[in-house]
């Protein structure tokens, strides 16, 4: 079975500030893939950055980057000069037979 | 191009009744998914699709919960004798590959918001 477990149910940074958002994971699969997934009030999950598990190299994207840790199984997601647009929830999520989610973490972005 | 589309954006219903909610995918994905997401939860996996059949439904929490996608485009989830805890936000996902491939990214629709009364 497949498990995804986000530790921190709320975080909060200051503006322009750089926040980590924890994820764990476990899968008995070899090939897989991470994601991380933002939440805003309108309810539509976007995805944020993506991850094959294969491949040593963190994944980045603009201001959003990963530490992908496979041996200890651990998918963080740092933002770097937060934005007020970043406020959201957000889902870490593991792809193996199907996509499976976090309990998410509530990110506070103070002006 | 157009995203996810789903409708309605909500629906209240009375304890008993059918309820159908809609989902337009991506043109040209062929994988659909749906998942269930209750308050204060991740998403749960309901049932995928690839083309028209359902290639996993292990997520339908019981009989009362069908989906279908007759021509491989537009699916419709089917909840009978809805219950008080069917209450969530049902979000419909696509993907232009099956699960595990290169092309196998997700996604999501709106979501539609189901109250039972």
């Known amino acids: 079975a497949q498990t995804v477990t986000q530790s921190q149910p709320e975080m909060s940074v200051q503006e322009a500030e750089t926040v980590t958002l924890s994820c764990t994971y476990d899968t008995s699969e070899s090939d897989y893939y991470l994601f991380w997934y933002k939440q805003p009030p309108s309810r539509q999950m976007i995805l944020v950055i993506r991850?094959?598990?294969?491949?040593?190299q963190n994944a980045t994207e603009n201001r959003f980057s990963v530490n992908f840790q496979k041996a200890a199984k651990s998918f963080s997601l740092k933002i770097s000069d937060s934005q007020l647009g970043d406020a959201a929830m957000y889902f870490c999520?593991?792809?193996?037979?199907?996509?499976?989610f976090g309990q998410g973490t509530r990110l506070t972005i103070n002006p | 191009g157009a995203g996810v589309s789903q409708t309605p954006s909500n629906k209240v219903t009375e304890k008993g009744k059918y309820v159908e909610l809609r989902c337009d995918p991506i043109?040209?994905?062929?994988?659909l998914y749906w998942y269930r997401q209750s308050l204060g939860q991740g998403p749960e996996f309901l049932i995928y699709?690839?083309?028209?059949?359902?290639?996993?439904d292990s997520g339908l929490p019981n009989d009362r919960f069908f989906a279908v996608r007759p021509e491989g485009s537009v699916s419709t989830l089917k909840i009978q004798r809805t219950e008080r805890g069917d209450s969530a936000v049902y979000l419909c996902a696509s993907s232009l590959g099956s699960p595990r491939q290169g092309t196998d990214t997700q996604y999501f629709g709106p979501g539609t918001r189901l109250t039972v009364l």
């Open positions: 043109s040209g994905h062929t994988a």
């Open positions: 991850q094959e598990a294969y491949k040593q």
């Open positions: 999520a593991c792809l193996a037979q199907k996509l499976v």
């Open positions: 699709f690839q083309g028209t059949g359902a290639a996993d």
